[in-house]
C-alpha cells in the first residue's frame, strides 16, 4: 500500500502562484501515470493533470497553460506549479498513483487546501 502526503497549500490572491509537492512512501509498485485530482465544496473530484513515466503530461483544459506537473524522477516526487491562480481554482488537491493508462490505484493523500481570493 502507497502513502501519499501533498503539501504546499495554502492562501493565494488571484494571478498568484503556489507550488505543491506530492511523497509517496510505502510499497510504490509500478507506476505508470501520477496525477493530481481536486475537490472543490460541493462539487465532484476531477483530474487536473497528469505525467506518466515518460514524462508526457496531459491536462484538464481549465488549467492548460496555467498548471505544470513535474517530478524528479519517475516516481517520487511530483509537482504541481500553479500559475496565475483564478478564484475558481480553490479546492483541496490531491495525488494520486497509476499502474496503467486508465487505472488508479485506490491511495489517496489527506490532500493539501488551495484558497485563492479575489
Known amino acids: 500500500q502507497v502513502q501519499l502526503v501533498e503539501s504546499g497549500g495554502g492562501l493565494v490572491q488571484a494571478g498568484g502562484s503556489l507550488r505543491l509537492s506530492c511523497v509517496a512512501s510505502?510499497?510504490?509498485?509500478?507506476?505508470?501515470?501520477m496525477g493530481w485530482f481536486r475537490q472543490a465544496p460541493g462539487k465532484q473530484r476531477e483530474l487536473v493533470g497528469a505525467?506518466?513515466?515518460?514524462?508526457?503530461?496531459n491536462y484538464a483544459d481549465s488549467v492548460k497553460g496555467r498548471f505544470t506537473i513535474s517530478r524528479d524522477n519517475a516516481k517520487n516526487p511530483m509537482y504541481l506549479q500553479m500559475n496565475s491562480l483564478k478564484p475558481e481554482d480553490t479546492a483541496v488537491y490531491y495525488c494520486r498513483y497509476g499502474p496503467g493508462p486508465t487505472l488508479w490505484y485506490n491511495s489517496w493523500g489527506q490532500g493539501t487546501q488551495v484558497t485563492v481570493s479575489s
Open positions: 505525467i506518466t513515466s515518460a514524462g508526457r503530461t
Open positions: 510505502g510499497n510504490i509498485g509500478s507506476v505508470y501515470r
